[in-house]
């Protein structure tokens, strides 16, 4: 199956294993979607990422995290799209909810979140929001 938009695909993944209350689950694996969940696990999100050598492509484990039951993922949204893409340089990085969120930015220097982004003074595509 052809998928459009790896990175939706992946934080689908994760918000339907969140919300019906999975301890963890699987998405195909890529360079740039270890790159997104190794942020989510250095800012807290999830518990723990596992790349794994399974078939041609591999998959990735990611195990979620909760608190009292509820998830650490209040919500995710993917900003740039396959049809629309968005681009920010350093100075008008977005703020997700004024700081208290992450956006996550694919900069010439990697895969980064908006504040590692403006510490660096780089730009680059706002691949999500999470909160």
Known sequence: ?????????????????????????????????AAVGQILLDEGYIE????????VQGTIKITLKYH??????QGMKRISRPGLRVYSDAQNMPKVLNGL????????????????ARKQNVGGEVLAYIW
């Open 1 to 33: 199956m052809q998928i459009t938009d790896p990175i939706a695909d992946m934080l689908t993944r994760i918000r339907n294993a969140g919300s019906a209350g999975h301890p963890s689950c699987t998405v195909p694996a890529s360079k740039l979607k």
């Open 101 to 116: 969120g992450i956006a996550i930015v694919s900069t010439s220097k990697g895969v980064m979140t908006d504040r590692s």
């Open 48 to 55: 723990s990422m596992e790349i794994l050598d399974e078939g």
């Open 68 to 73: 009292d039951h509820k998830n650490a993922i």
